[in-house]
């Protein structure tokens, strides 16, 4: 019976075990991301529409006759807020989309480390240990969305003929 709780081999699977979970803190960290990315668009576009009926508003108040029609600077008003804040809300997805790439980068050195410890559990120990730790990439959520398609929970990396 192989030793897997002593040397290399324990350092080498208790690397992948990190890498692993390395990922998937990423993983969640990005699906939030995403999800704050949909929630801050969702009410920029919710500010843009009020933004056009208050223009309709102060539009409709021109119609009147003056002194009436300086009332339209009031929902004027209230639209170049509102378009304000629009543009604080889309500068907040930009901050989030630029996390999200950052995340993403982040993704893919923890992917690599899995790779490299994946391969020296190979290496350094027996096939019986390799069933002690999960060896799979797995798979995002959010990376699956971005390619366009969903993918299995995980993917194996380290082939059975090692």
């Known amino acids: 019976m192989a030793n897997c709780d002593e040397g290399e081999c324990a350092q080498a699977l208790a690397r992948a075990v990190e890498a692993r979970n390395r990922i998937l803190s990423i993983c969640s960290e990005l699906d939030q991301i995403r999800k704050d990315q949909s ?51 889309m500068g907040i997805v930009a901050s989030l989309q630029q996390a999200a790439i950052d995340a993403v980068q982040r993704l893919g050195a923890a992917r690599a480390e899995l790779d490299a410890a994946v391969a020296t559990v190979m290496d350094e120990c027996d096939a019986e240990c390799w069933a002690l730790v999960d060896l799979d990439q797995p798979a995002c959520d959010a990376e699956a969305e971005a390619e366009g398609k969903r993918t299995s929970d995980t993917t194996r990396v380290a082939s059975a003929g090692r």
Do not use: D, K, Y
């Open 39 to 89: 929630a801050h668009r969702a009410l920029a576009m919710l500010l843009v529409a009020a933004a056009v009926m208050m223009l309709a508003a102060a539009l409709a108040l021109l119609t009147l006759p003056w002194p009436f029609n300086l009332l339209a600077a009031i929902p004027a008003a209230v639209a170049a807020g509102l378009l304000i804040a629009f543009g604080v809300q």
